[in-house]
């Protein structure tokens, strides 16, 4: 299996405005439609691509503030993977 590109990342935070302020304002990213999920969130993109999803969490476990939840790359090869 070989990675082609990075998709996104999955950021949980006690702070979704926050958060969201700082990768809008200060990186530029724009603020998008995300799905009406049962949890606070936002969803940032990279022109046309998703690039940070936030996940809004009362308690982020093993952090005070912030924990990255996941992240995902487009891969080649899956076939050939055990």
Same mark, same amino acid.
């Given at each position: 299996?070989?990675?082609?590109?990075?998709? !996104? +990342?999955? +950021?949980?935070t006690?702070?979704?405005?926050?958060?969201?302020? /700082?990768? =809008?304002?200060?990186?530029?990213?724009?603020k998008?439609w995300?799905?009406? /999920?049962?949890?606070?969130?936002?969803? &940032?993109?990279?022109?046309?691509? @998703?690039?940070? !999803? &936030?996940?809004?969490?009362?308690? =982020? @476990?093993g952090a =005070?503030?912030?924990? +990255?939840? !996941?992240?995902? /790359?487009?891969?080649?090869? &899956?076939?050939? /993977?055990?």
């Open positions: 299996m070989s990675v082609i590109d990075f998709d !996104h +990342i999955n +950021i949980r006690t702070d979704v405005a926050a958060m969201t302020s /700082f990768y =809008t304002e200060v990186l530029g990213l724009e998008a995300r799905p009406d /999920f049962s949890f606070p969130g936002s969803s &940032l993109y990279l022109a046309d691509r @998703p690039l940070i !999803h &936030l996940r809004g969490v009362d308690i =982020t @476990p =005070t503030e912030v924990c +990255i939840e !996941h992240g995902n /790359f487009r891969t080649t090869g &899956l076939n050939a /993977f055990p």
